[in-house]
């Protein structure tokens, strides 16, 4: 495995068991973000839906409780984020019905056009070749699929200065560094232009960018 996946997997690991206090505190993004994304992706039922990047869950455990027979797949790299994603669906009443799986987004491990939905917030920044990831979220949607993803407009977001700081406490980040120390979550802050391009090139047609609460949130469509 490249070192920078081993290092992502490692920070994130250590991020999980405090994540949850995070999004608490910062639950007014939350407020905004969640009906948007779940407007924005009008799961029926009978459908298929992909969360890529799970972390604990959360977008998955609302789409299932909303549409309840949807099949619903969460994926992440971090095995503790996955831990944390089956407690929170199992305290949600929904153990078993989401399936959480270990997986890279530049890799995903499911055939081409197997989802009608997807959501993917938060992650991108993260992963190393970003346009790989973008093609395999548009490959695995089917035809005619809709994406939601999310991304923090930088200094706009206050639960990205709440993330940072969370971040800077753990040891995880150092942000007086202009790179990025052996230890840290590798971090990229896309503008709208590159966030554009980026589903642009990947295939994505009526991407449509708009800010919630200080992210970017692309709707795209396959
Ligand atoms: C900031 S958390 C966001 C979690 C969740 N989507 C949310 O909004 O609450 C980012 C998540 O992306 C995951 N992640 C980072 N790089 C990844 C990759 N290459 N493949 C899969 N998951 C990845 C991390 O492990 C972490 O759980």
């Known amino acids: 495995m490249p070192i920078d996946k081993e290092r992502t997997i490692n920070c994130y690991d250590t991020l999980a068991p ?53 099949n619903i ?13 089956k407690r929170n669906a199992n305290n949600a009443g929904l153990g078993g019905k989401i399936n ?61 200065k709440a993330y940072l700081l969370m971040l800077y406490s753990l040891g995880l980040i150092n942000p007086r560094l202009r790179g990025f120390g052996a230890k840290d979550i590798p971090r990229y802050y896309f503008n709208q232009d590159d966030f554009y391009d980026l589903f642009k090139r990947a295939g994505f047609s009526a991407i449509n960018i708009v800010e919630r609460a200080g992210s970017f949130c692309a709707v795209c469509l396959k």
């Not at 797949?73 to 996955?82: A, T």
């Not at 997986?103 to 993917?120: G, I, M, S, Y």
């Not at 990831?133 to 977001?157: C, D, F, M, Q, W």
Request: aromatic share 10%; with cysteine.
């Open 100 to 160: 959480f799986i270990e997986a890279d987004l530049e890799d995903l491990p499911f055939n081409d056009n197997r989802f009608d939905k997807l959501v993917c917030a938060g992650a991108m920044e993260a992963v190393p070749d970003k346009k790989r990831a973008a093609g395999e979220l548009y490959r695995v949607l089917k035809h005619g699929g809709r994406a939601v993803i999310i991304e923090p407009n930088r200094g706009k977001s206050i639960r990205d």
């Open 18 to 70: 405090f994540y949850s206090f995070f999004r608490k505190i910062t639950h007014r993004y939350d407020n905004e973000v969640m009906p948007f994304v779940l407007n924005a992706l009008e799961t029926g039922g009978g459908e298929v839906v992909l969360d890529a990047g799970t972390g604990p869950g959360i977008y998955a455990i609302k789409i299932a409780e909303r549409a309840k027979n949807t």
């Open 73 to 85: 797949y969460g994926v992440d790299l971090s095995p503790k984020f996955l831990e944390l994603a």
